[in-house]
């Protein structure tokens, strides 16, 4: 009863700071620019800002408190490259991307379901599988996570495959000081397409807004663990949830993106976001307890995010359009 009493406290009190930010703040910047009729979309986006908060403070106080006392490596406490990692969670943890890109997504899907649906076609909304079980929130929930995660891998190896997106996503991989602010390195075009392509998967299967928010939510925080420098050994847990050690080999020179024994050439292990139940599956999973260090061989960026992004953009369109000779 007691626990029951806090959880209905702590609600409450989320609630009432949810109510008072858009009362006081973004209400009335919404009046003064006219854009009231946004009113309640920015009311549910708050849901995305506050979430964040919650994420970074337990980045802060749980994450890196770990990192000091089980790290996988030695590490400066806050190099310049991490500095460039704290603004991007900051930025990526207020939910623009995946918020933004979910609505828009929302209303296309509403506008073109009546024409979709003369071809037969409609959504694989996960509650109406078998209702007696699968309409249970929960239930609902967990398959959720577990088919977006089969997205999530295909996404992931998709990016190791084609020269230009492996050009994007290697600045993820060019952090040689990986910590749990190091999740949300990444180029702005790829975030977008990920985006894109993880809300619309989302809606096909028929994810509510409640439920993509706390998606998104708690598969950020756990990539945040997978990211950090963290020696943790999971026993047979291992082959339920990607590990720390198991991420970090992705991450590793010589291994997580190149094929084995040929430097240089795409390839890799341990693709899996969540599950390594993938990368069994097709064969690309290696459980290591080895800690190897983490960048792409022969690549260095700039330590500012502006550079950051112009440099691998670089990189990829000259990956798509070569100098000739």
Not at 216 to 234: D, G, P, R, Y
Not at 242 to 252: I, Q, Y
Request: proline letters at 3%; a negative charge; hydrophobic letters at 50%.
């Amino acid at each position: 009863m007691e626990l029951n009493s806090f959880l209905i406290s702590i609600s409450a009190t989320y609630a009432n700071i949810q109510e008072w930010l858009f009362a006081h703040v973004a209400g009335p910047l919404l009046y003064q620019l006219d854009l009231m009729a946004l009113a309640e979309d920015v009311f549910d986006g708050i849901d995305w800002f506050l979430f964040g908060c919650i994420q970074i403070f337990l980045i802060v106080v749980v994450l890196r408190t770990w990192e000091r006392f089980a790290p996988a490596e030695t590490q400066e406490r806050l190099s310049k490259s991490s500095k460039a990692d704290i603004a991007y969670t900051l930025l990526h943890r207020s939910g623009i991307f995946h918020g933004l890109i979910f609505i828009v997504l929302s209303g296309f899907f509403f506008e073109i379901d009546s024409l979709l649906h003369d071809f037969r076609f409609s959504r694989m909304n996960v509650e109406s599988w078998y209702p007696p079980l699968t309409a249970i929130p929960l239930i609902s929930f967990c398959i959720y996570f577990v088919l977006l995660d089969f997205v999530e891998y295909l996404y992931h190896r998709a990016s190791h495959v084609f020269n230009w997106w492996w050009q994007l996503h290697a600045l993820h991989h060019s952090q040689t000081v990986m910590t749990a602010w190091s999740d949300d390195r990444n180029h702005f075009l790829d975030d977008v397409m990920h985006a894109v392509v993880f809300s619309f998967f989302a809606l096909l299967i028929g994810v509510s807004p409640g439920q993509f928010i706390l998606l998104v939510v708690l598969s950020q925080l756990i990539q945040s663990w997978q990211h950090a420098n963290i020696k943790v050994h999971l026993g047979q847990f291992k082959y339920f949830l990607v590990s720390p050690l198991f991420h970090r080999l992705h991450h590793a020179v010589g291994y997580g993106h190149e094929a084995k024994g040929k430097p240089g050439v795409l390839g890799g292990c341990n693709f899996g976001v969540l599950f390594p139940w993938w990368d069994m599956l097709f064969n690309t999973a290696v459980f290591s307890t080895e800690v190897h260090p983490t960048g792409v061989r022969n690549m260095s960026v700039s330590h500012q995010i502006f550079k950051q992004q112009w440099q691998v953009l670089m990189y990829a369109v000259h990956e798509i359009f070569p100098k000739r000779s």
